[in-house]
């Protein structure tokens, strides 16, 4: 090597070493904010979230959550979770998912059948995160605006090979000692072929039971089977109110009271009929509520700082386009391709300690296996 390409390599070396050096900083050239950033990241950084807050939009697609932001000047609470993932729904037995399958492949993370909750395409049974949750100590909560017993809340407690047997799907919340379930459903506990009263068995294991808001709202602790409509809740244009915001924070407080944590999922299940009806304000109206009950476990989970909050959905309905503003007053304004599902991939929001694992394109029961890690669980 030449004497003048040795010093080139010494300068360049010496270069490097100098830069190196000044990017260094000594532990007392580091700002106080610094400092407390880095003690807030250490903080946070326990591997696990304690609590898991699972908010599922049945039936909402991307452009039902830009329509519902359309009307709600360009903001949702939705906005305020710091990742976005998407997930392909497609079933086992289908192209397009149905509830039940898109349900069972997020709580037991196994893709199964349409029709089926809780069992693989075989039908054999599956263990669901709320089943894990329950046997690692933690709490665990279902709401919902439809049925308790219907697809989506059905396939975290129950295990059928249809999504129709909704009085069976009853029975088998005595079997899960899930802490608390709000919704409609009175019917598939009451007036059953079999005659039984599952309420007085309820009664029997141990919970509050509460028909309507007042005698949820009197309920400070222990379990609470919240069955507050013999069907399914109204719709919010038909004046349920905030019937969902407000059994969601019951369910936030009952189940916080467990020091170990605690699994939630909420589904604000009515996104999904107003897209089977094809009527742009029945969605956009049931978005809105739901959102709202985003905001609120987003601020919970931001003021607790260990819990992760997850928002997405089971499948699109409705195949939905937007192709003007004026919503929810001009009929042009919005189509709607469909009266059935459709098999786009579907947003997932997260924000959290973990939140960053649910960033990408992914197939819908590596949700379970996400939220498993998230909340330490081994399976």
Not at 62 to 76: R, Y
Not at 123 to 152: C, F, M, Q, R, W
Not at 224 to 238: F, H, K, R, S, W
Not at 355 to 376: C, H, P, Q, S, V
Request: aromatic share 6%; hydrophobic share 40%; net charge negative.
């Amino acid at each position: 090597m030449s004497l003048s390409m040795k010093k080139i390599y010494l300068i360049c070396f010496l270069v490097v070493i100098q830069l190196h050096l000044g990017s260094c900083q000594s532990p007392t050239s580091i700002s106080s904010k610094d400092a407390e950033s880095s003690e807030i990241l250490q903080a946070n950084n326990t591997g696990h979230s304690k609590n898991i807050i699972l908010l599922i939009g049945d039936g909402m697609g991307l452009t039902q959550v830009q329509a519902a932001m359309t009307v709600n000047n360009n903001h949702l609470n939705i906005e305020r979770c710091e990742n976005i993932g998407l997930s392909k729904t497609s079933s086992s037995s289908d192209y397009i998912t149905d509830s039940a399958a898109g349900g069972t492949a997020m709580s037991c993370g196994v893709k199964t059948y349409n029709g089926a909750i809780g069992v693989d395409p075989s039908g054999n049974t599956l263990k669901s995160i709320l089943e894990y949750a329950e046997d690692a100590g933690l709490a665990t909560g279902l709401v919902a605006t439809s049925t308790i017993t219907h697809a989506t809340p059905a396939s975290f407690i129950a295990h059928d090979d249809s999504r129709q047997h909704y009085e069976a799907i009853a029975k088998d919340f005595l079997d899960v000692d899930v802490d608390v379930f709000i919704g409609g459903g009175l019917n598939n506990f009451t007036k059953r072929v079999d005659g039984l009263n599952l309420v007085d068995s309820l009664k029997q294991h141990g919970y509050n039971i509460a028909l309507n808001m007042e005698d949820l709202a009197t309920v400070k602790s222990g379990k609470i089977a919240g069955l507050l409509n013999d069907e399914a809740m109204p719709t919010m244009q038909d004046g349920r109110g905030d019937m969902l915001l407000k059994s969601s924070k019951k369910a936030i407080e009952i189940l916080s009271q467990n020091n170990k944590g605690f699994f939630l999922m909420i589904e604000g299940s009515q996104i999904d009929w107003g897209g089977h009806s094809n009527d742009i304000q029945y969605v956009v109206s049931e978005l809105l509520d739901f959102d709202s009950v985003v905001g609120m476990a987003l601020d919970f989970a931001a003021q607790d700082g260990e819990t992760m909050v997850i928002v997405t959905a089971d499948h699109e309905t409705g195949g939905l386009s937007i192709l003007g503003k004026d919503i929810m007053n001009d009929p042009t304004a919005t189509n709607f391709s469909t009266k059935h599902h459709t098999s786009v991939m579907v947003p997932v929001y997260s924000s959290g300690p973990d939140a960053d694992n649910f960033k990408g394109i992914y197939e819908n029961n590596t949700l379970f296996n996400k939220m498993m890690t998230a909340i330490g669980i081994q399976h």
